[in-house]
Structure formats: structure tokens, C-alpha cells
């Protein structure tokens, strides 16, 4: 069992900077990809950055591309979203998630077993 639990949301104007964390905990040894994702009221969850552990390798949304960063510390206990120049659009309930055994960075949500509680981010014109 992974334990994931997120932080570091709330609301921010448009153009500004939030950074979410989420704290790994548990059996991760299985665990090769960590991912965000997002779901705003009425829309399908879906897939934000999501980071290869071992590779260090990344994979982003074409939404959030250069203005994103998913980053995961040396002890890889803790993974961060950078998230700058934010958007009204990028409103949404944050979700942090673990995928076990997979060999590339995916934001396919199919791939992931463990996700954390949600974290909500609000960005304003």
C-alpha cells in the first residue's frame, strides 16, 4: 500500500506561482511512475506531468507544457508540482498519484493504482 497525501493548494491570480507537494509513504518499491492530475466540476479527470522514478524522465499535458514542472526529491519521498503562470482554466481539484511497474513517465490514468485525497487550486483573472 502507497500512501500520498498532497499539499500546498488554495488560490492564486492568474500569472502568480503555487507549488503543491505530495508526501510518499509505504510500500513504494513497486512504485515507477508519480503523476498529477486534476478534475474541475463537470469534466473527466485527467492527467496533468507524471515522472519516471527510476529515469528521472517526464511527460506533460500539451495544456500545462512550459509553464508546469513535476519534480521528485533525491529521497523520492516527496514530489512537487511547480505550477507558474497558472490560468482561470487550471482551476481544479489536484490529485497526486503512484504507478507501479510501469517503464516510462505516463499521465494515463489507467496506469495508476494509489491516489492521494485532492488538493484544491483556484486561479483568478
Known amino acids: 500500500q502507497v500512501h500520498l497525501v498532497e499539499s500546498g493548494g488554495g488560490s492564486v491570480q492568474a500569472g502568480g506561482s503555487l507549488r503543491l507537494s505530495c508526501a510518499v509513504s509505504?510500500?513504494?518499491?513497486?512504485?515507477?511512475?508519480m503523476g498529477w492530475f486534476r478534475q474541475a466540476p463537470g469534466k473527466e479527470r485527467e492527467g496533468v506531468a507524471a515522472?519516471?522514478?527510476?529515469?528521472?524522465?517526464?511527460r506533460y499535458a500539451d495544456s500545462v507544457k512550459d509553464r508546469f514542472t513535476i519534480s521528485l526529491d533525491n529521497a523520492k519521498t516527496t514530489v512537487y508540482l511547480q505550477m507558474n503562470s497558472p490560468k482561470p482554466e487550471d482551476s481544479a481539484m489536484y490529485y497526486c498519484?503512484?504507478?507501479?511497474?510501469?517503464?516510462?513517465?505516463?499521465?494515463?490514468?489507467?496506469?495508476?493504482?494509489?491516489w492521494g485525497q485532492g488538493n484544491q487550486v483556484t486561479v483568478s483573472s
Open positions: 509505504g510500500n513504494t518499491d513497486s512504485t515507477t511512475c
Open positions: 498519484a503512484a504507478a507501479p511497474w510501469t517503464y516510462r513517465a505516463t499521465i494515463d490514468l489507467y496506469y495508476y493504482k494509489y
Open positions: 515522472i519516471h522514478t527510476s529515469s528521472g524522465t517526464t
